[in-house]
Structures are given as C-alpha cells and as structure tokens.
C-alpha cells in the first residue's frame, strides 16, 4: 500500500523560502507521477505543481510559477517543492498526491485523478 509523508513546513516571513519534501513507500516510484496541492483555510484544495515520473516534463499553477520548483529523486523515493518569495496567499496545508501514470505531465493536474495521498504539511507565511 502506497503511503506518502510530507515534511518541512512551518512559518515562515513574506519574501522567505521553505523547501516541502514527500517521501513514498510502498510501491514502486518510479510508475507515479508526483503532485502537489495546498488548502487555504476556507478554500477548496488547488493544484500547485507536478513532475512526470522521470522528472522530464513538469507543471505548475499560474500562481506560483516562477517561484515554485517542483523536483524528484527516484533513488531516494522523494519528491520536493522548493518555495521561494513566498506570499501570505501562499498560506495552508500542502498536500503530496501520487498519480499511477508514465505519460508526460502538462496543465492543471485534476484533484480527482490522484492515485495517493499524504497527511498533509501546514505553511504559514506571515506579512
């Protein structure tokens, strides 16, 4: 059974960075694609980023590309989001999702086609 564990978010000042990680176990990693989504308090659960199963082709929300990079490790079975010039809408719980597919990643990921998912991780970015 496919389990996910996200870590390393916090509070953190406007401007800042927080790099979020997501560790799979349980399957074979190298057949997912990996996501993330985040939850704002009050707000539904939106697409951030994701990364193809070999890390070739990735895609982000409008909101955060530029500042946001999405990455993966198959030898370490983790997949990372590198946060940068982080915003107070930038606030809430992250979430990492598994989706069982070796096709190229392009636009928005749909919430409903996520295979996995983790626990969640709270960021919270102050002004």
């Known amino acids: 059974q496919v389990q996910l564990e996200e870590s390393g978010g916090g509070l953190v000042q406007a401007g800042g960075s927080l790099r979020l990680a997501c560790v799979f176990s349980?399957?074979?990693?190298?057949?997912?694609?990996m996501n993330w989504f985040r939850q704002a308090p009050g707000k539904e659960r939106e697409f951030v980023a994701a990364?193809?199963?070999?890390?070739?082709?990735?895609s982000y929300a409008a909101s955060v590309k530029g500042r946001f990079a999405i990455s993966r490790n198959n030898a370490k079975n983790t997949a990372y989001l590198q946060m940068n010039a982080l915003k107070p809408e930038d606030t809430g719980v992250y979430y990492c999702?598994?989706?069982?597919?070796?096709?190229?990643?392009?636009?928005?990921?749909?919430?409903?086609?996520?295979?996995?998912w983790g626990k969640g991780t709270l960021v919270t970015v102050s002004s």
């Open positions: 349980g399957g074979p990693f190298g057949w997912y694609a």
């Open positions: 990364i193809s199963w070999i890390g070739g082709t990735t």
């Open positions: 999702a598994a989706r069982r597919t070796r096709d190229s990643i392009s636009g928005t990921q749909d919430y409903g086609g996520m295979n996995d």
